[in-house]
């Protein structure tokens, strides 16, 4: 019997690890992975990672990667940005006054998550001059991925 390769359509479960160009890791599915890069959460349940290929549930260049891979297999997929979060878009880049965020409750804070009245979440990337900017693209947009995967089982 052949062994069978992962196909759109499949429903897979996989191990995986993700890194920046730099090495920094910015998600994993192995707890060990996580801890040894200093990026263990506690209230993160660590396990594969159960998916249907081609059905959305995942970045185009993670689920194209995955697509052939056999049961046991592990292998490097480098995604570019227009394959994983897209390009970072300037206009997802805002600015708001200080006045406007301190009426809604907020002390803008570099590094602080904000929402929008539409439910989209940004991030304050400067305070200066009465003026916050808030970029609103993901915070993965524009960069390279890449991904250590292994296959550990096809349904």
Not at 6 to 31: E, H, M, P, R
Not at 52 to 66: E, M, R, T
Request: charged share 20%; aromatic share 6%; glycine share 12%.
């Amino acid at each position: 019997m052949a062994v069978q390769a992962a196909k759109n359509g499949d429903t897979v479960s996989v191990d995986y690890v993700g890194k920046l160009q730099d090495g920094t890791v910015f998600d994993t599915s192995i707890a060990a992975a996580a801890k040894a890069a200093g990026a263990y959460n506690a209230q993160r349940d660590y396990a594969p990672l159960t998916v249907k290929l081609g059905s959305g549930g995942v970045i185009k260049g993670f689920n194209d990667g995955i697509v052939g891979m056999r049961v046991g297999q592990t292998k490097d997929v480098t995604i570019p940005p227009e394959e994983g979060y897209g390009e970072s878009q300037e206009e997802l880049i805002i600015n708001v006054s200080t006045e406007e965020l301190r009426q809604a409750g907020i002390n803008a804070t570099i590094g602080m998550e904000v929402g929008s009245r539409s439910g989209a979440r940004g991030k304050i990337m400067a305070v200066a001059d009465g003026n916050v900017t808030i970029d609103f693209n993901h915070p993965l947009a524009g960069k390279t991925l890449i991904f250590t995967i292994t296959l550990v089982s096809i349904k």
